[in-house]
T-cell receptor, first 110, second 115 residues
Framework: GENVEQHPSTLSVQEGDSAVIKCTYS??????FPWYKQELGKRPQLIID?????GEKKDQRIAVTLNKTAKHFSLHITETQPEDSAVYFCAPDSNYKLTFGKGTLLTVNP | NAGVMQNPRHLVRRRGQEARLRCSPM?????VYWYRQLPEEGLKFMVYLQKENIIDESGMPKERFSAEFPKEGPSILRIQQVVRGDSAAYFC?????????????FGPGTRLLVL
């Protein structure tokens, strides 16, 4: 099965700084690479995703980059705001299943 | 994804009791996935069902856990003789498409607490 590792496990930044979270995976057949944001007590929310035929995707302050050769993809958040504070999960697919990383707790300090 | 409904939202059971968790997929979706999230961990795949069929149950514990998705009505995740280690958030996701991870929409989850 898919092995997924996420780094760092916690990240604290000042408001306005950038945050980068990296995810490595093992299944070379993975084709779909999403990032989810989960606030306390809530469901995971898809914030951005990328498919294997694309190297980078951007949506306002959020971007995802993919290196399929090295089997890793990263989440980039620029101009962070306090409301970005949450746990972020990568979840590459393995067939139809999503395999979630252990999460990164992002804290944005005002 | 607000269309995926789960109930109850919170469930408290004593050790040895049964827990039944329900998931109503979005309209038009005939595929349901169940995931479990232990405290401070990511979600882990449990089972993938199509109407009246279990497609993949490789993530289900071998004993006490079962799932169904009948022709009519919600999908049910059933846990018999619950133990404290079953305390977790259980999320279901529904999809209109066979075998596509990217079209899964998550429900709000059921938080199970076993006393």
């Amino acid at each position: 099965g898919e092995n997924v590792e996420q780094h760092p496990s916690t990240l604290s930044v000042q408001e306005g700084d950038s945050a980068v979270i990296k995810c490595t995976y093992s299944d070379s057949a993975s084709n779909y690479f999403p990032w989810y944001k989960q606030e306390l007590g809530k469901r995971p929310q898809l914030i951005i995703d990328i498919r294997s035929n694309v190297g980078e995707k951007k949506d306002q302050r959020i971007a995802v980059t993919l290196n399929k050769t090295a089997k890793h993809f990263s989440l980039h958040i620029t101009e962070t705001q306090p409301e970005d504070s949450a746990v972020y999960f990568c979840a590459p697919d393995s067939n139809y299943k999503l395999t979630f990383g252990k999460g990164t707790l992002l804290t944005v300090n005002p | 994804n607000a269309g995926v409904m789960q109930n109850p939202r919170h469930l408290v059971r004593r050790r040895g009791q049964e827990a039944r968790l329900r998931c109503s997929p979005m309209k038009g979706h005939s595929h349901v996935y169940w995931y479990r999230q232990l405290p401070e961990e990511g979600l882990k795949f449990m089972v993938y069902l199509q109407k009246e069929n279990i497609i993949d149950e490789s993530g289900m514990p071998k004993e006490r856990f079962s799932a169904e998705f009948p022709k009519e009505g919600p999908s049910i995740l059933r846990i018999q003789q619950v133990v404290r280690g079953d305390s977790a958030a259980y999320f279901c996701a529904s999809s209109p498409d066979l075998g596509k991870a990217e079209t899964q929409y998550f429900g709000p989850g059921t938080r199970l607490l076993v006393l």
